[in-house]
């Protein structure tokens, strides 16, 4: 496996790989409605507040990270579904982590569903991860201390 900064040509392979998830999946259409576009995320990873990441396997791009800098927030962390338990996710989230501490943000948050069948939760505990609440849409909140 071998990780890459992504640039603004990446931006049709993001959402290729968010739109392939089976947990968690939201169409184009869906992401759009929440004013996540091409053109949106194309400024997000042009703009330098993002740390972008993304994982390759035989050169082919099986995940992505991304962590807001401003706001200490990891944004995103997508693995293609065939791809899971060969390590992507906890590569692209170390990455992703170690770009915000790079940054000087001493604690980062991120946001995931809780419903039962979605593995995340446990994937962000495994990872040192806390609760820390819910958001008023339901999401669980988790942080992380980034430096000590």
């Known amino acids: 496996m071998m990780l890459r900064d992504a640039s603004v040509d990446d931006v049709e392979t993001l959402f ?19 004013g996540i576009t091409v053109e949106s995320v194309g400024e997000m990873v042009a703009s330098g507040d993002y740390v972008t990441t993304i994982a390759e396997i035989g050169g082919q791009p099986v995940g992505f990270s991304m962590a807001q800098i401003s706001e200490g927030y990891v944004f995103a962390c997508f693995v293609r ?68």
């Open 16 to 34: 290729d790989i968010r739109c392939s998830v089976t947990e968690n999946h939201q169409s184009r259409d869906e992401l759009a409605g929440l």
């Open 81 to 148: 579904p065939g791809c899971h338990g060969q390590g992507v996710g906890g590569a692209l989230m170390a990455a992703a982590e170690e770009g915000l501490r790079r940054a000087g943000v001493k604690e980062a948050w991120l946001s995931t569903g809780e419903e039962e069948r979605f593995r995340a939760p446990g994937f962000y505990r495994h990872l040192g991860w806390v609760d820390s609440g819910h958001l008023e849409d339901g999401q669980i909140r988790f942080t992380k201390r980034l430096s000590w």
